[in-house]
C-alpha cells in the first residue's frame, strides 16, 4: 500500500530509558542478564533468519484489538494515514518474534488457506480460559495431539487459522506420531 510521506504519520513507542546505578540504562542491563548475547552479524551473515509474519487484514484496528489486547503482544509501532492505521507492528508478549498487520486493498480478499500461525503458551488452559471469558470462540478447546503437543484452535478476525500450543522441552525435538510409535514398540 502506498502512503504519501506527507500524510502518513508514524508513531513509534519504546522503554525509556532510566538510569541505574552502574549509570547503564534499565534496557541495556536486562538484556545482558538474558543470558547468551546474540551472534554478531559477521556470524550469522549468509544464513536465514526469521524476521516477522505479515498478516493481511481487512480492519488493522480490529486485527490490533485481538494480537494486542486479547493475546497480548506489543504494540512496537503503527502507520496512520488519515487517522486510520493501516499497518502495525508487534513483538511477541513472551520472546523477540514479531507479527505484522497490514491494511488489506479494498476488494482484496486476505483468505490464507493453507497457513496457520503457531503461538507457544505454558499455561496454555488458563490462557485459554481467559480468552473464553472475553466471549473468544476457540474451535478446539487445548488437548494433546499425537505428536505430543498440547493445541487449541482459534481463529483470528479475518479468519487467519492460530493454533496455541505448550510443546515444552519437546520444541525442538523430532516428534514421532503416536500411531508410528505403536508400530515400534509392536516390531522392537
Given amino acids: 500500500m502506498k502512503k504519501s510521506k506527507s500524510k502518513a504519520k508514524t508513531r513509534k513507542t519504546s522503554a525509556k530509558k532510566t538510569p541505574t546505578k552502574t549509570g547503564q540504562s534499565k534496557r541495556s542491563a536486562v538484556a545482558k542478564s538474558r543470558g ?6 559477521a556470524e550469522i551473515e549468509g544464513k536465514l533468519t526469521f524476521n516477522h509474519a505479515m498478516i493481511y487484514t481487512k480492519d488493522v484496528e ?5 494480537y494486542r489486547d486479547l493475546l497480548g503482544f506489543k504494540l512496537i509501532e503503527d502507520f496512520r494515514y488519515e487517522g486510520k492505521p493501516v499497518y502495525a507492528r508487534l513483538r511477541a508478549p513472551g520472546g523477540d518474534c514479531t507479527i505484522a498487520l497490514h491494511q488489506a486493498e479494498p476488494n482484496v480478499s486476505v483468505a490464507s488457506e493453507g497457513v496457520r500461525l503457531y503461538f507457544e503458551v505454558r499455561d496454555l488452559d488458563n490462557f485459554c480460559r481467559k480468552l473464553q471469558q472475553k466471549n473468544f470462540y476457540i474451535t478446539q478447546l487445548p488437548r494433546m495431539m499425537p505428536w505430543g503437543w498440547r493445541h487449541a484452535y482459534l481463529n483470528d478476525p479475518d479468519g487467519h487459522e492460530i493454533s496455541l500450543y505448550w510443546a515444552g522441552e519437546n520444541r525442538m525435538k523430532k516428534t514421532m506420531m503416536a500411531a508410528q510409535k505403536a508400530l515400534d514398540r509392536k516390531t522392537g
Avoid: N, Q, S, Y
Fill in 36 to 41: 547468551p548475547k546474540a551472534p554478531a552479524a
Fill in 62 to 66: 480490529t486485527g490490533l484489538g485481538f
